[in-house]
């Protein structure tokens, strides 16, 4: 009897597997199906919720408006929890993405059941007819035409020697510790993790940038070697200011080096990250500083042709 209830068992348990298989084979079939697209306008009459964003402080002081568009996922719940970016200004894009996390939509259904969807979202921000007149940026476009001694025209490239040896305690504490190039999570702790970020610390190069302001100091910090960065050779960049205040990151990015140009009347350098993309073409990010305030302002790209002639040309991200 013991012999035929252990049989009896088996072929319970088999046949439980079996749907158990299926079960999770027709759930990762589901899950492998398209996601039903909707229309921005059927999203529209669905939100519950709109919450507008809150205007980042560069870009009121720098003049930028415009509309982001995202292509977002759109749970069963009404939550958006997929979102990939289109289109519009960088300066605009975590404010963005920060407001359309508090959106909330009625859910959508298929055949009487709720589906997750997939359709376009714009944000859009305007600035007041009065702030846009009084506050525009001044340089709409950047043209790098002229190539001569590691310059294009007035745009110095990355070249000056490594100033680690002159950063202040609180700026080395910071770099080590909370800068993306060393202060990301990694897989120690202790003294072990503060030995790691030591050795990260003492594999940097860091350049202070020339600044037009008492008492402000501007840095630019990357790994010394190239080939620490991966195949791209594109590494991880941290821009900093210190100030009598304390520290300050302007922005954490990715590239290999940097030019640095002075507007007329500026007191700060604009900055713009070199990202290698091909033999012929480096995309430019350029960070500016408006009325006190940092922000990716610029979009480009260096090229070069087959006879090795390089031209440039950068304007406002749009």
């Known amino acids: 009897m013991s ?18 298989f299926w079960a999770v084979t027709g ?17 529209a009459d669905h939100l519950a919720r709109k919450v ?35 289109s519009g200004p960088p300066s605009l894009d975590e404010a963005a993405v920060t407001a359309m996390g508090q959106y909330v939509y009625r859910p959508f259904e298929e055949n009487g059941r709720a589906v997750n969807v997939a359709t376009t979202v714009d944000v859009v921000f305007r600035l007041g007819e009065g702030v846009r007149t009084a506050a525009p940026y001044p340089v709409e476009k950047v043209s790098l035409d002229r190539w001569r001694d590691g310059q294009f025209g007035d ?14 305690p609180n700026l080395r504490s910071w770099l080590r510790s909370d800068a993306a190039t060393c202060g990301k999570a990694l897989p120690w702790s202790g003294a072990e993790l503060a030995e790691k970020r030591k ?13 037009k302001r008492r008492g402000v ?21 941290d821009l900093v200011e210190e100030d009598a205040t304390g520290v300050h990151p302007i922005a954490d990015a990715n590239g ?22 091909s033999s012929r073409e480096t995309s430019v990010t350029g960070y500016v500083n408006a009325s006190g305030f940092w922000g990716p302002l610029y979009c480009g790209s260096i090229q070069s042709d087959y006879q090795g002639k390089e031209t440039a ?3 406002v991200c749009r």
């Open 3 to 20: 012999l035929e209830k252990s049989a009896v068992g088996r072929i319970q348990l088999m046949r439980l597997l079996q749907i158990l």
């Open 27 to 43: 759930l990762a079939a589901l899950s492998a199906q398209p996601v039903p697209r909707v229309s921005p306008e059927a999203a």
């Open 52 to 86: 507008d964003p809150v205007y980042p402080a560069f870009a009121r002081a720098a003049g930028v408006e415009g509309v982001v568009r995202y292509e977002v996922s759109i749970s069963t719940k009404g939550h958006v929890y997929g979102v990939m970016k289109v």
């Open 155 to 168: 745009f110095t490239a990355a070249s000056d020697a490594d100033s680690a040896s002159t950063i202040s």
């Open 199 to 211: 050795a990260c610390l003492d594999a940097l190069k860091i350049i202070e940038l020339p600044v």
């Open 217 to 237: 100091r501007l840095f630019f910090a990357s790994p010394i070697a190239r080939d620490m960065c991966g195949a791209s050779g594109n590494c991880e960049i």
């Open 256 to 277: 290999w080096g940097f030019y640095a140009h002075f507007r007329a009347g500026s007191a700060y350098p604009d900055i713009f990250v070199a990202t290698h993309v």
């Open 313 to 315: 040309e950068i304007q």
